[in-house]
């Protein structure tokens, strides 16, 4: 558990405070997205478990269009917050392994559907979904299981190739060393040879051998959003500071290109 400052302990408990009503308005739960500390009672270094900044979590939203959406290690739900706005999705489920973490989920996105589990043990009756998002665990986080077909350390690719069965498309936070490209903290781009996704500035790719393997097992590429700078909230994550990216994928496009064919890990044989 981490040491929190005197105004951070106070805010916490203000957020706890709130937490004890039935109901919070949009005021408070943004009060308890931002305060309510994940440190305060586990060791989130250990988990991985970083919640989103408020702030990043609003934008990421802007690439989120679908109807239905599955929030993979939704944490407290502040990704399902903005993606589950009136003009947003219609239909959300938020996929959490902490029981603590998902019972303030349900004050902040009561509409939602909470799973309390691992998201590489889903129901089999889960269904499909238009968009699948997520802030997973970053890293060699430990864990018991590992995606359906990607092999390596990282938790967060492991995290993706699960949502490439559930999905259509999706968005999540990456590290910046995990995306593949470089674009949030690059004024212009930032680099000699920048390539123009037809939104905002210019993005680097910079490709690794973990990025040719998860696409050889998976078919999955990760893309630049449109236009996100993600420095911008470096300093409002809680107790760290890490250089993101936010990744689109096209998981149809996954699934088309997986050779040799292999089994959707929720099909049901015949």
Known sequence: MAKLTK????????????????????????FVLENWQESAKHINTIAGAFFTPVG??????????????????????????????????????????????????????????????????????????????????FGATPRKERGPRYRGSEFELHVIDVASDLADFGVFIVPQMTAGFKYSGCPNGGWPETHKNGFGNGY???????????????????????GIDTSTYDKDWHGVSVRTEIVTIDFIEARAARQPAQTNMFEVAA
């Open 7 to 30: 105004a951070q302990a106070k805010a916490h408990q203000q957020a706890c405070d709130l937490l004890e009503k039935d109901i919070l308005n949009d005021d408070e739960k943004w």
């Open 56 to 137: 990043l979590a609003r934008d990421l939203a802007i690439e989120v269009n679908g109807r239905r959406v599955i929030d993979l290690c939704a944490g407290i739900g502040a990704l399902s917050f903005f993606c589950s706005a009136p003009w947003k999705a219609t239909e959300v489920v938020c996929v959490e392994l902490n029981p603590e973490y998902a019972a303030v989920g349900r004050k902040i996105v009561p509409e939602a559907r909470w799973v309390v589990g691992s998201v590489f043990d889903l129901p089999s009756d889960i269904g499909a979904f238009d968009f699948a998002i997520g802030n997973p665990p």
């Open 204 to 226: 680097v790719e910079r490709p690794t051998d973990v990025h040719d393997r998860l696409f050889s097992r998976t078919g999955i590429r990760l893309g630049p959003s449109c």
